[in-house]
């Protein structure tokens, strides 16, 4: 049967699970939804109650037209065709293998939840941060709502030289009068409010040349009122800059020229913070005050060494010490094993040929790897974390047509047998019945509704565009999902 032939009235519709509600699960819905002639039935799950992902919870608080995309996402959640289920994580409320019974096809769209490691000792000390998890704190994520990161140091370094990076490092560094007309969270404003910090220090592996950030994101730090930005201008020297560069390599070695023109420390002496660029740096070990906090990091200074065709940096052994008493790790996400579900440890990544999940074993290379019927996956958990949000919308509609091709296998006639759901309304029962059973608390759309009016009017009283409900017991309870039991044991 082909998709064509599912979409005629004679068939009931083809049933796709989403497990993930940020913007590469959206996407595969608008993908599937504005497939031609397509009879389709969506169901999104997600673990928080709150949808959106990436652009609730990753998104800088400062960065507000980002955000707007979520009026995208909205509209096709709007659609009459596509059910949201919050609240509901794989592995906890519904397995894998239920949800492979329950739709013709599941679609993985879970991103990336963790970091890389920097790999070096006192990694872990008091005071050395994933920036994973400090961006998800400052965003309001409901799984660092009790989490603290006290500014109260004076200087802190930053290693990575990414996006990620810069928003970090812009945020240590702005006035937090600024941060208060966003939507960064109550408990996060106030500690900027209180912030000691004076320094930023950014470490880079490479050279200028070779900065993963956009030109827009390095830009901003310039802007900044009352923040110098710092660069050596030897570190500009390095003949090879002046090769052939792309567009995006040569606005940022334009705007790190201006920033070296500037000159150390501000000239009126007005500057209250400075962001330092150490470019071919490595940070190679956290220092302990004694007792399990950060006092120093030790720095590597590297040279750029060709291999395999690619400037890559090699130690030279000469090491120095920078006096930060804070660092934060950015050097990448990296997404985690959903249960029952293949993983590449290595890669990090859900093991699939072209967005088609395939089984798993050490040393199988990716052709000889099966594929597991009727499951996909889209966005960074497919190809790794790489590229912006908006990169998302092809790799998603790659994948949603090798779900279309595939569909004339498994999808059958009405009636055919196998355990398969005759009518969408009946399939649909059958999810939200087994979710009752379990006392899952799920939030619809009208649910998620309810949280962002309620979100909006308590921003509105303060100036912002939202604040944000940040534990998951409250935004249940702002849906109206929460049972009066639970209400009245959380009060």
Same mark, same amino acid.
């Given at each position: 049967?082909?998709?064509?032939?599912?979409?005629?009235?004679?068939?009931?519709?083809?049933?796709?699970?989403?497990?993930?509600?940020?913007?590469?699960?959206?996407?595969?819905?608008?993908?599937? *939804?504005?497939?031609?002639?397509?009879?389709?039935?969506?169901?999104?799950?997600?673990?928080?109650? %709150?949808?959106?992902?990436?652009?609730?919870?990753?998104?800088?608080?400062?960065?507000?037209?980002?955000?707007?995309?979520?009026?995208?996402?909205?509209?096709?959640?709007?659609?009459?065709?596509?059910?949201?289920?919050?609240?509901?994580? *794989?592995?906890?409320?519904?397995?894998?293998?239920? *949800?492979?019974?329950?739709?013709? %096809?599941?679609?993985?769209?879970?991103?990336?939840?963790?970091?890389?490691?920097?790999?070096?000792?006192?990694? $872990?000390?008091?005071?050395?941060?994933?920036?994973?998890?400090?961006?998800?704190?400052?965003?309001?994520?409901?799984?660092?709502?009790?989490?603290?990161?006290?500014?109260?140091?004076?200087?802190?370094?930053?290693?990575?030289?990414?996006?990620?990076?810069?928003?970090?490092?812009?945020?240590?560094?702005?006035? %937090?009068?600024?941060?208060?007309?966003?939507?960064?969270? +109550?408990?996060?404003?106030?500690?900027?409010?209180?912030?000691?910090?004076?320094?930023?220090?950014?470490?880079?592996?490479?050279?200028?040349?070779?900065?993963?950030?956009?030109?827009?994101?390095?830009?901003?730090?310039?802007?900044?009122?009352?923040?110098?930005?710092?660069?050596?201008?030897?570190?500009?020297?390095?003949?090879?800059?002046?090769?052939?560069?792309?567009?995006?390599?040569?606005?940022?070695?334009?705007?790190?020229?201006?920033?070296?023109?500037?000159?150390?420390?501000?000239?009126?002496?007005?500057?209250?913070?400075?962001?330092?660029?150490?470019?071919?740096?490595?940070?190679?070990?956290?220092?302990? +005050?004694?007792?399990?906090?950060?006092?120093?990091?030790?720095?590597?200074?590297?040279?750029?060494?060709?291999?395999?065709?690619?400037?890559?940096?090699?130690?030279?052994?000469?090491?120095?010490?920078?006096?930060?008493?804070?660092? #934060?790790?950015?050097?990448?996400?990296?997404?985690?094993?959903?249960? +029952?579900?293949?993983? $590449?440890?290595?890669?990090?990544?859900?093991?699939?040929?072209?967005?088609?999940?395939?089984?798993?074993?050490?040393?199988?290379?990716?052709?000889?790897?099966?594929?597991?019927?009727?499951?996909?996956?889209?966005?960074?958990?497919?190809?790794?974390?790489?590229?912006?949000?908006?990169?998302?919308?092809?790799?998603?509609? +790659?994948?949603?047509?090798?779900?279309?091709?595939?569909?004339?296998?498994?999808?059958?006639?009405?009636?055919?047998?196998?355990?398969?759901?005759?009518?969408?309304?009946?399939?649909?029962?059958? #999810?939200?019945?087994?979710?009752?059973?379990?006392?899952?608390?799920?939030?619809?759309?009208?649910?998620?509704?309810?949280?962002?009016?309620?979100?909006?009017?308590?921003?509105?009283?303060?100036?912002?565009?939202?604040?944000?409900?940040?534990?998951?017991?409250?935004?249940?309870?702002?849906?109206?999902? *929460?049972?009066?039991?639970?209400?009245?044991?959380?009060?």
């Amino acid at each position: 049967m082909t998709p064509s032939q599912i979409g005629s009235d004679q068939h009931r519709p083809l049933r796709v699970a989403v497990v993930g509600a940020g913007p590469s699960g959206f996407y595969a819905v608008a993908a599937l *939804l504005d497939a031609p002639d397509l009879h389709v039935s969506i169901d999104v799950f997600d673990r928080l109650p %709150a949808p959106f992902g990436l652009v609730r919870y990753g998104v800088a608080p400062d960065h507000e037209k980002i955000k707007r995309v979520d009026r995208v996402f909205d509209k096709t959640a709007r659609d009459p065709r596509v059910r949201y289920y919050g609240n509901v994580a *794989l592995g906890r409320d519904v397995s894998r293998r239920e *949800l492979l019974d329950l739709y013709d %096809a599941v679609i993985y769209a879970v991103g990336a939840q963790s970091d890389r490691r920097l790999g070096i000792p006192g990694e $872990d000390l008091d005071g050395s941060w994933s920036s994973t998890e400090f961006v998800a704190w400052y965003n309001g994520h409901p799984d660092f709502a009790a989490a603290e990161y006290p500014l109260s140091h004076r200087q802190v370094a930053v290693v990575g030289i990414g996006n990620v990076a810069m928003d970090c490092a812009r945020l240590l560094a702005r006035p %937090a009068e600024d941060l208060a007309s966003t939507d960064i969270s +109550d408990t996060a404003l106030e500690v900027f409010r209180d912030s000691r910090v004076e320094d930023v220090h950014i470490l880079a592996r490479r050279g200028p040349a070779q900065a993963a950030c956009t030109p827009s994101e390095l830009k901003e730090l310039g802007e900044l009122d009352g923040v110098d930005v710092i660069v050596d201008p030897a570190a500009l020297d390095d003949p090879e800059m002046a090769g052939e560069a792309d567009r995006q390599t040569k606005k940022n070695l334009d705007l790190f020229r201006e920033f070296a023109e500037g000159g150390e420390g501000d000239a009126d002496g007005e500057a209250r913070r400075r962001i330092h660029f150490h470019f071919l740096a490595s940070p190679v070990e956290v220092l302990d +005050d004694g007792d399990g906090r950060v006092e120093g990091l030790v720095v590597e200074d590297n040279e750029l060494v060709e291999r395999d065709g690619r400037l890559r940096p090699e130690g030279t052994g000469r090491r120095r010490e920078l006096p930060v008493s804070a660092v #934060i790790r950015a050097i990448g996400y990296r997404s985690v094993p959903l249960p +029952d579900v293949p993983f $590449d440890e290595a890669w990090g990544i859900i093991p699939n040929r072209d967005g088609r999940v395939t089984t798993w074993r050490d040393g199988t290379r990716e052709e000889e790897a099966p594929v597991q019927p009727r499951e996909y996956v889209v966005g960074w958990a497919k190809r790794g974390p790489s590229g912006l949000i908006g990169t998302n919308k092809a790799d998603s509609n +790659d994948t949603v047509e090798r779900l279309l091709e595939d569909a004339g296998e498994w999808v059958h006639d009405e009636g055919a047998g196998d355990g398969e759901v005759a009518r969408d309304e009946e399939g649909r029962a059958a #999810i939200e019945e087994l979710l009752r059973q379990r006392g899952v608390p799920w939030v619809d759309y009208a649910g998620w509704q309810a949280i962002e009016k309620l979100e909006t009017e308590r921003g509105a009283e303060s100036g912002r565009p939202r604040a944000k409900i940040c534990r998951v017991d409250e935004l249940l309870e702002a849906s109206g999902t *929460l049972p009066a039991a639970a209400r009245a044991e959380s009060a």
